[in-house]
């Protein structure tokens, strides 16, 4: 009988290893760069025979925000559902994006904007692509808005600039980009910075830009070239949204002012909707069940219905099956499930960054906007009210029968579909302390969201469903506060439109209150320092005056704008009563040598209240008002020869109250010329 491991045999089980060795070699060069290595786990989520999409755009694979996942549990624990990983990943407004085991963002620092590729499951950062500086580090809306889509191993991300660009999902490498607004000088949707998503659909990016020519433009995926551009109508910042009429390919575009519709292919301009004049502005996402197409709209203008033709000639038009002043949405959309529309209706003019929207969370028959039911108290105006138990303005997912909200206050609540009623099955505070803007998105039992400071995957699984082995974390574990309604208990009285240039009217309205604190402040002051002994009159007198007139422009916002019931702004008055001292130091030094407290003391003051004063109007959406920070440059000349007079006589008092209140005239000018040379 022939030994096994003769040495023909053992030459040929050599061979034979060595073949096995190359085919394996030459195999594993062979996989796509795309799989990244992913570990091709099926999903149990997903009924059988469905193919497992994730969530490739931020509305989902069918850009409605419906998933097929199910399994999902149908109520939480008293204590939250489990946690699987918080992570800081700076400001920003991007939601994620997902496939397999790995999610995508954006965010930005201190250093930059950066698109994150992270671990679905451990958040642990697998690659990050720096692409701009900061946008806006301190102003009212930091970061990017946009969320990554994913293609074809492919990533395509917009920053607020313009700049769009594509990246290998694999390893986060650049394969083009391109600045769509200077490209093609983009009009309307840039205001606020460019917040439209990618749109990809057949091997095409599609990007609302809204220049001459260029309403929609179309770049090819593989290069980033242009494949086409059309319409001339300005941008606003609903992405494009694909759907198919009749069998044909289109793309709605959802404009500043106006409804359009492009041939996917070609880019023709096949109709044009004409939806209003002048400014106006668009986020929400339209809703399509051929061949019905829902819009709703910011500025209480509610929402409309309309049946898109199936074929499309010269002059044809949009069918408007109903329009109601119910279900106006802003940076949040609504929802189609079943038969039936779900989401905010807002009832401010704007969604606001200084408090929560109000509104109420409404249902309504998509085929006729007839209520179903409502939520939530709806009051619009400021209230002492308890709103903690109103659902609010929110992101939303479909899935499994229910529907998933993370609403501006940080709370994920748990909802079924019911057109009966508002079924609330669980909710729980999970990044609560700031108000996110960010919608939510789900993939594989885990939804992802984020507000500007941190994010956080949660399993809304069923519990059999998490890996034994899975590190979770509580919800009392992740760090976070208590959202104070600052907005609330401080402006009695808000602008309604929060990025309207004050009015003339306004402007002089808040002139007159804030010289007339400043004049009564200086003449009741009179009287404590009739009081005192001549030798301590001056200082006693300067020092309640300054106390008055602070405590007046302080409280004068709130108490004023209450008792007129419109918005009075006063603080700058503050800020020329922290810049009294300084002129006085200024004359001081120049006269005689003093220690380096009183030299530098009241510098550094008036800094930190300048600070807290530009903090506060940023906080409060304020956004034009940090204008009154440049008063010393006109109240520098006269408030230096006022500080040069002599007080000691009641004729000198007497010059120096009026000085002093031309002092505030320029000061306050010098605000409204800025206001006028920058907008």
């Known amino acids: 009988m022939t030994n096994a491991f003769s040495p023909p045999a053992r030459r040929f089980t050599f061979q034979l290893h060595q073949t096995i060795s190359l085919l394996l070699f030459f195999l594993l060069l062979a996989i796509p760069g795309h799989l990244h290595a992913q570990t091709k786990v099926s999903n149990p989520f997903l009924p059988a025979g469905v193919k497992d999409l994730g969530w490739p755009a931020v509305r989902g694979s069918h850009f409605d925000a419906h998933s097929p996942e199910i399994h999902l549990a149908d109520t939480w624990p008293a204590a939250g559902p489990p946690v699987l990983w918080v992570k800081e990943l700076g400001q920003g407004y991007s939601a994620f994006a997902a496939e397999g085991d790995r999610v995508y963002t954006q965010g930005q620092n201190l250093q930059g904007q950066y698109v994150y590729c992270l671990d679905a499951r451990s958040g642990t950062e697998i690659w990050k692509h720096w692409y701009d500086w900061p946008y806006e580090l301190a102003g009212v809306y930091p970061g990017p808005r946009a969320t990554p889509t994913l293609a074809e191993g492919r990533l395509l991300f917009a920053g607020p600039s313009g700049l769009v660009g594509c990246l290998n999902a694999d390893n986060g490498k650049l394969i083009w980009s391109h600045n769509l607004v200077t490209e093609f000088k983009g009009d309307g949707g840039t205001g ?8 990809v659909v057949d091997q095409l990016v599609i990007m609302p830009v809204g220049g001459p020519n260029a309403s929609l433009v179309a770049l090819h995926l593989k290069d980033g070239k242009t494949a086409w551009q059309s319409g001339s109508q300005p941008a606003s910042y609903t992405p494009a949204m694909p759907i198919v009429r009749n069998g044909r390919k289109l793309i709605v575009g959802y404009l500043e002012n ?52 199936a074929e499309f000639e010269k002059g044809t038009t ?51 906007g007839n209520e179903l039911w409502e939520q939530g108290s709806g009051r619009p105006e400021r209230s002492t009210n308890d709103t903690a138990d109103e659902i609010g303005q929110a992101g939303i997912i479909v899935a499994d029968g229910k529907l998933i909200l993370l609403n501006e206050r940080g709370e994920l609540i748990l909802l079924r579909v019911n057109p009966e009623e508002c079924e609330i099955l669980a909710r729980c505070s999970v990044l609560t302390g700031e108000l996110t803007w960010t919608p939510p998105i789900l993939h594989r039992g885990c939804v992802y969201i984020r507000n500007q400071s941190r994010a956080a995957c949660v399993y809304v699984g069923e519990p059999g469903y998490l890996p034994a082995q899975q590190q979770t974390l509580r919800v009392d574990e992740i760090p976070q506060e208590q959202y104070v309604d600052w907005a609330g208990q401080i402006l009695s009285v808000e602008p309604e439109y929060a990025f309207d240039l004050p009015s003339p009217a306004w402007l002089w309205n808040w002139f007159y209150w804030s010289t007339g604190l400043l004049l009564a402040s200086l003449l009741v002051a009179l009287l404590p320092a009739s009081l005192v002994r001549m030798e301590r009159r001056l200082m006693t007198w300067t020092v309640c005056y300054r106390m008055l007139a602070f405590t007046g422009g302080a409280l004068g916002t709130t108490w004023i704008s209450a008792w007129t019931h419109e918005f009075v702004f006063t603080w700058p008055l503050c800020l020329f009563i922290a810049f009294d001292p300084v002129l006085a130091v200024v004359q001081f030094q120049r006269l005689k040598k003093n220690s380096i407290w009183r030299d530098y003391l009241p510098l550094v003051i008036y800094v930190g209240i300048s600070t807290l004063y530009f903090l506060l109007c940023r906080r409060l959406s304020l956004v034009f008002e940090w204008a009154f920070l440049a008063g010393p440059i006109g109240a520098l000349p006269l408030g230096l020869v006022e500080a040069q007079l002599s007080k000691e006589t009641v004729r000198g008092i007497c010059l120096s109250v009026v000085l002093k209140l031309l002092v505030f005239v320029c000061f306050y000018g010098s605000g409204i010329v800025v206001f006028w040379l920058k907008y």
């Not at 004409?274 to 929402?303: N, V």
């Open 192 to 199: 606020f910075g460019y917040a439209c998503s990618p749109t």
């Open 258 to 309: 106006a409804l359009v519709l492009h041939d996917l292919k070609t880019g023709a301009l096949l109709l044009e909707h004409e939806l209003s004049d002048g400014y106006d502005e668009h986020s929400s996402w339209p809703l399509y069940r051929e061949p019905y197409l829902w819009i709703a709209a910011p500025f209480r203008t509610g929402s409309q219905l309309f049946e898109i033709p």
């Open 318 to 368: 949009l069918k408007n099956i109903w329009r109601s002043r119910t279900l106006s949405n802003d940076v949040l959309s609504s929802v189609l499930a079943g038969d039936q529309v779900y989401g905010f209706d807002i009832f401010d003019q704007q969604s606001k960054t200084q408090r929560p929207s109000r509104g109420k969370f409404r249902c309504i028959d998509f085929l006729t």
